[in-house]
């Protein structure tokens, strides 16, 4: 799986390169029809609580299974859907995907949250809040089992559009998270004022701070910084023992890492559901 996503990648940067490219176009066309010819699908990671021990939730990375490519990474193809009107019908698709599996979660028993990840343009969609509502109501899922995950960067772009959205799906109950933290332009005054609940301290700074002495202050100093504010932390990039037990002598809240879980799709999640240790 990697090594073919590895590929692919390579192919789909020279391509990215001229906009105009045959292989851009084609992948413009061919990813419509993968949303209405189910190439896509839903892996989930796990996020766990270090102090209780548990499995907190998960969150739902996209896959495109390509009929002749192989798989192709979302880091390939979101960027071309953000560059056409498509990342709002896939996003439509992921949100309705993720809340239905949660919905199953619920009725076998486990009572988890599920993160979609949003982008900047549907940020700046104003129907997005209400069609999150009517999901939510279609499916019956409680409110508080959504969380959504936006970065600082697609917040800048147009912060008070942003913020009108973001208050608007703030006011329906469901968790809001600002992902990949530290990478962006996002000041701490936006910060103050953006209704979130959760801060993902992104994986470049976590990955080696057993080894660099400033990335663990990074890590240590937004711990600090998400508590004082009243919000709970996330590290991401959780690959070993090593780390996660640092991450929880400094008091983060939740760790998310190939360590702890890969995303994985619904049938292997039920088994690590039921023979993790995080359970
Ligand atoms: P992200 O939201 O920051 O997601 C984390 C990425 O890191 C995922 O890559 C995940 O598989 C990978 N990862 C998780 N744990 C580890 C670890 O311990 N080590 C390493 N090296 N990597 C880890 P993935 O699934 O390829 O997704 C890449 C990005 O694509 C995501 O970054 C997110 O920005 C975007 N993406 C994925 N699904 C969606 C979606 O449904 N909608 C949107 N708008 N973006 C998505
Ligand atoms: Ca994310
Ligand atoms: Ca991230
Ligand atoms: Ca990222």
Redesign the pocket.
């Known amino acids: 799986y990697c090594a073919k996503s590895e590929m692919t990648g390579v192919a789909l940067y020279d391509g990215e390169k001229d906009p105009h490219s045959p292989q851009r176009l084609s992948l413009i066309n061919e990813l419509g029809r993968a949303i209405r010819d189910d190439q896509l699908c839903?892996?989930f990671?796990p996020k766990i609580e270090l102090h209780g021990q548990r499995c907190y939730g998960l969150?739902?990375?996209?896959?495109w299974q390509h009929p002749t490519l192989g798989m192709i990474?979302?880091?390939d193809f979101?960027p071309i859907?953000?560059a056409t009107n498509l990342?709002h019908p896939?996003?439509h698709w992921?949100l309705k995907q993720s809340i239905a599996t949660c919905c199953e979660w619920h009725s076998a028993g486990f009572p988890l949250s599920v993160a979609?990840?949003?982008?900047a343009r549907?940020l700046m969609d104003d129907t997005l809040p209400r069609q999150v509502e009517l999901l939510l109501e279609e499916f019956g899922l409680p409110h508080w089992a959504l969380e959504l995950?936006i970065?600082e960067s697609s917040i800048m772009t147009d912060p008070r559009r942003a913020m009108t959205n973001l208050e608007r799906l703030h006011a329906l109950g469901i968790c809001l998270s600002i992902?990949?933290f530290g990478t962006g332009y996002s000041s701490l005054a936006y910060l103050k004022r953006l209704p979130v609940q959760t801060l993902?301290i992104?994986?470049s700074f976590v990955?080696q701070m057993l080894d660099d002495e400033q990335d663990e202050i990074i890590v240590k100093s937004t711990i600090h910084l998400a508590h004082n504010l009243g919000l709970n932390v996330v590290a991401?990039?959780?690959?070993s023992e090593a780390l996660l037990r640092r991450l929880q002598a400094l008091d983060c809240d939740l760790a998310?890492?190939?360590?702890i879980g890969?995303?994985m799709p619904q049938a292997a999640l039920e088994t690590w559901l039921t023979d993790s240790r995080w359970v």
């Not at 969150?59 to 896959?63: Q, T």
């Not at 979609?116 to 982008?119: D, E, K, P, R, T």
């Not at 991401?236 to 690959?239: A, D, L, M, R």
């Not at 998310?256 to 360590?259: E, K, L, S, T, V």
């Open positions: 839903l892996h990671q969150e739902a990375l996209l896959r990474s979302p880091a979101i859907a953000e990342i896939l996003t992921v979609v990840n949003l982008s549907n995950e970065t992902d990949d993902k992104d994986f990955r991401e990039g959780v690959e998310q890492g190939y360590h890969r995303p």
